[in-house]
C-alpha cells in the first residue's frame, strides 16, 4: 500500500522538477546555441554590414550596445557573434562576426571581422572588390583598410576592416632622430 507520504513526496519532486527545468534557458536544455534576436538583429544587423563592409563605424546605439555590451575599463572589448543564417556581407554569407572595439581612448581603433562560409578567397576578394595585394587581397576605403585572408587554412575566409586609433597615426608620424 502507497502512502499519502510518499504521494505527496513524489508529486512535490516532479513539481520541482518541472519548475526547474522550466527555469533553464533553451540553450542549456539541449546544448544548441541561443538562436539570434530577431528583432534586435533587424535593428543592429545593417549597422554591423555597414562597419563589416567598412563603410561606417559602428555607432553607439542601444541594439548594438545590447549586442556588444560594455566590458569593465581595462578589459578587452572583443565579441564573437552568431549572425541570422540569411545575414550578409558584400552579398556573402556569413557563419561568424568578430568585433574588437578600443576600450575608450581611442588610440588603438576598431576591427569587424566577417567569417565568410562556402567561398573562396577570390570569391570574397571580388566581392569585397579587392586589389591583389603583395600577402592578401586588400583595399583603402574612406573609413579603414579592408583586407580578405585564410589565417586556418582554405577552408575559412575571414574579411576585416580595421579602423586605425590615434596610435596608428601618430606612430606614422614618428621619426627615428
Known amino acids: 500500500m502507497i502512502s499519502t507520504k510518499s504521494i505527496t513526496i513524489t508529486v512535490l519532486c516532479l513539481c520541482m522538477l518541472t519548475f526547474a527545468h522550466a527555469q533553464m534557458p533553451v540553450p542549456l536544455i539541449d546544448n544548441e546555441p541561443a538562436a ?56 556573402l554569407p556569413v557563419a561568424e562576426i ?36 603583395k600577402s592578401f587581397p586588400n583595399r583603402m576605403t574612406p573609413m579603414g583598410s579592408l583586407m580578405a585572408d585564410q589565417p586556418f587554412g582554405p577552408g575559412s575566409v575571414q574579411l576585416t576592416c580595421t579602423i586605425d586609433g590615434s596610435y596608428a597615426t601618430h606612430e606614422n608620424e614618428y621619426r627615428e632622430p
Not at 568578430?98 to 581612448?105: C, L, P, R
Open 36 to 91: 539570434p534576436n530577431v528583432a534586435l538583429w533587424a535593428v543592429a544587423g545593417p549597422m554591423l554590414q555597414a562597419a563589416l563592409e567598412c563603410r561606417e563605424d559602428l555607432p553607439d546605439h542601444p541594439a548594438t550596445r545590447a549586442l556588444l555590451p560594455r566590458k569593465p575599463a581595462g578589459e578587452e572589448q572583443h565579441y564573437r557573434l552568431t549572425p541570422p543564417s540569411e545575414f550578409r556581407a558584400f552579398g
Open 98 to 133: 568578430e568585433v574588437w572595439v578600443d576600450d575608450g581612448g581611442g588610440e588603438l581603433g576598431h576591427g569587424y571581422t566577417a567569417h565568410v562560409r562556402d567561398k573562396t578567397l577570390a570569391e570574397v576578394a571580388k566581392a569585397a572588390k579587392l586589389n591583389k595585394g
